[in-house]
């Protein structure tokens, strides 16, 4: 019977780690373990985490996607730090944690380049689950640009976007638009302003549906497809 080949250490992998989670626009620091065969990702509380940052909730995290590791915290520092022993808990962490944010931010900056190339400004945020797209300004003339671009260009007819009411009406338009866009249901929000603050409309959007809108985005020219 053939003895079982030992684990491959995690510290050959120092510089990958580092690069991917650079790559993925995550805050994060990889160092060796103090047994100089694992590392040390340490990554800071932030909204991509599709975890709270506590330990406990790391570890749990970590058991449920089956990669072999820890989860501590200094005290008194909100770093969560994961102890990764193996160079197969290393490529677990990058392919279910780091390569998703990867995609997703490459997506998100995909979609941000439609819409400026358009003229519509927007502020994106993205996780490893979805993007949140917040278009801003008054009377929500982004969000009926971007309708016009989707081959909508009256959504706000008979509409007062100075009335709540009415700003529901275009939040509900909106819904079907880009729903109907992407294939599925979305998430939209709409902020109304005041006298210091412009009126946001919010669009959530699922990985998969943020390339869709973005693919839709690259093809239309001038409002026309």
Do not use: C
Request: hydrophobic share 40%; no cysteine.
């Amino acid at each position: 019977m053939s003895t079982p080949a030992a684990p491959q250490p995690a510290a050959p992998l120092r510089q990958d780690l580092q690069r991917i989670a650079d790559k993925a626009s995550m805050p994060a620091l990889v160092e060796p373990g103090e047994d100089g065969t694992s590392l040390v990702f340490s990554l800071y509380p932030q909204r991509q985490l599709p975890f709270k940052a506590r330990p406990s909730a790391v570890r749990a995290w970590l058991n449920e996607h089956g990669i072999e590791g820890d989860a501590t915290r200094e005290d008194g520092d909100l770093t969560i730090m994961l102890h990764l022993p193996t160079a197969t808990s290393v490529h677990q962490i990058i392919k279910v944690l780091l390569e998703p944010l990867v995609r997703a931010n490459a997506i998100a900056v995909g979609l941000q380049k439609a819409l400026s190339d358009h003229g519509i400004y927007a502020s994106l945020k993205s996780s490893t689950r979805a993007i949140t797209l917040d278009l801003v300004d008054d009377e929500l003339r982004s969000s009926i640009a971007l309708a016009r671009l989707l081959g909508t260009p009256r959504i706000d007819h008979g509409l007062d976007l100075q009335d709540r009411d009415d700003v529901r009406g275009l939040v509900k338009r909106m819904r079907y638009l880009v729903s109907g866009i992407v294939g599925s249901d979305v998430v939209v929000r709409a902020q109304p302003g005041s006298a210091r603050v412009s009126d946001q409309l919010t669009l959530r959007l699922f990985i998969d549906q943020a390339a869709r809108l973005a693919e839709r985005l690259a093809r239309t020219s001038g409002g026309q497809e």
